[in-house]
């Protein structure tokens, strides 16, 4: 079945980032894509390197620290989500999966490759049933995420980009005869009110298997971007790095195999004749012995120039992936930037990724809005993402600061209760509102360090 060109345009980089996410054992299954093989190198050679090459995996690890420092702390559902919905987010997809850590999977896929969708859907019903029945029964609309590879295509309209049609690609095992298993592939195609579901009947020749219609008035899809290109196409944020990521593991690949060389000294015999020369013999209490007056056995060892240089090109890329990969995976080792340099740096990482998790969050309402939708409701709410976005300061500075602005009387004790609250100085629990009553009672005489 055809797919969009968007579709298209992204499916270039999936390779590289998923294997990448897959660890060593996908880059090793890669064989020759990310770790080619050298001109007139003999394959079991070949095979033998590539056994021992080892992904040091910067890409994965800098994307769950990304995530990590986004949901820090759980994201919040705000007073103005229904009840119901509230519900729901403690098994968002019906397994058993909170809303929180839905999200948290749906931005580590977005930043992973780029793109993911969320699908809100409704558990099929019988025909015939009645809405209350409908609702005695338990079922409600759930979450799902769509890997980008099955989003097929796309078509929207109109200002709003509202969506006229997708397909999805939905690839399922099955029962072959009583004991065996197969693959069905299928696509569901989507459009306002309605779906049709094809089944690949023959190699890429799909027919309807089933339709129906749905009481919702558009298409459930929401998409997720790393890094928006266009409608229904994004790019992965850390591309580069992960170019970066393959580098190293060459690079480091090629160390290893010339460690292994200098590790093990050629021994070498000048004047040995092998016809008339006894059969050399390597061990302890063993005597080499030439005919030649001249001959000689020595052996030739590398000299470990090429080894520094490769350990040091390893090094650099390390530093080039701490300012790729928004976060410092590793100190420089020679201590070049100052401070006021690395402030920067983070600063501007930090606000590349809180302009991604809003995005993230706007799409997460998007789905709420949807889940109401399904049922009749006027609105899903909205929700807060509390993580850790901006550049780190010196905590114990600022509260001082602030202390010292309402000691001054420059700002309100609201104001500096809140702050500090903020600031994790105080909990989560701390109720400003009924602190300020507490003080209120108190009457006057009590000031900040009393």
Not at 377 to 402: K, N, W
Request: with cysteine; glycine share 8%; net charge negative.
């Amino acid at each position: 079945m055809q797919t969009s060109l968007a579709h298209n345009a992204m499916r270039e980089d999936w390779p590289l980032c998923r294997t990448l996410l897959g660890g060593t054992k996908t880059m090793r299954a890669a064989g020759e894509t990310f770790l080619p093989r050298y001109p007139a190198e003999p394959l079991p050679d070949y095979k033998i390197r590539l056994q021992r090459a080892v992904l040091t995996n910067y890409y994965a690890q800098t994307i769950r620290h990304l995530v990590g420092k986004a949901f820090s702390k759980p994201l919040a559902l705000q007073d103005d989500v229904p009840p119901q919905i509230v519900e729901w987010c403690e098994d968002i997809d019906l397994q058993g999966t909170h809303f929180n850590a839905f999200a948290a999977e749906v931005f580590r896929e977005a930043l992973g490759v780029g793109l993911t969708g969320i699908l809100v859907d409704f558990p099929k019903q019988v025909q015939g049933v009645s809405l209350a029945e409908e609702r005695a029964s338990g079922a409600r609309p759930y979450m799902a995420m769509l890997p980008v590879e099955t989003i097929l295509g796309v078509r929207t309209a109109g200002q709003a980009r509202e969506i006229q049609m997708a397909r999805l690609l939905e690839n399922s095992v099955e029962q072959d005869g009583d004991f065996g298993e197969k693959i069905v592939k299928r696509v569901r195609v989507l459009y306002p009110g309605g779906y049709a579901l094809y089944q690949e009947i023959k190699d890429g020749e799909y027919a309807v298997v089933e339709e129906g219609t749905m009481s919702i008035g558009r298409v459930p899809l929401v998409p997720v971007y790393g890094l928006k290109v266009g409608t229904w196409h994004g790019s992965p944020p850390l591309l580069d790095l992960a170019y970066k990521n393959v580098q190293h593991y060459q690079i480091d690949s090629d160390l290893s195999n010339a460690l292994q060389v200098a590790c093990f000294p050629i021994l070498a015999a000048s004047g040995y004749d092998q016809d008339r020369d006894p059969t050399i013999k390597v061990g302890p209490n063993i005597v080499l012995a030439t005919g030649d007056p001249q001959g000689k056995f020595y052996y030739v060892e590398h000299s470990g120039t090429a080894i520094n240089t490769g350990r040091q090109k390893l090094e650099d890329l390390k530093a080039d992936m701490a300012t790729e990969g928004i976060q410092s995976l590793m100190p420089r080792a020679n201590g070049d930037a100052t401070a006021t340099e690395t402030q920067v740096k983070y600063a501007e990482s930090t606000s590349d990724l809180q302009r991604m998790a809003f995005a993230l969050k706007d799409s997460l309402e998007n789905a709420l809005m949807l889940m109401a939708e399904w049922v009749g409701l006027p609105d899903g709410g909205s929700i807060e993402l509390r993580g850790q976005f901006v550049l780190p300061r010196d905590a114990a500075t600022e509260a001082q600061a602030l202390i010292a602005l309402r000691s001054a009387g420059e700002i309100t004790s609201r104001t500096l209760l809140s702050e500090l609250k903020r600031r994790d100085f105080l909990p989560d629990d701390f109720d400003v509102e009924g602190e300020q009553e507490l003080l209120a009672m108190e009457g006057p005489g009590y000031e900040v360090g009393q």
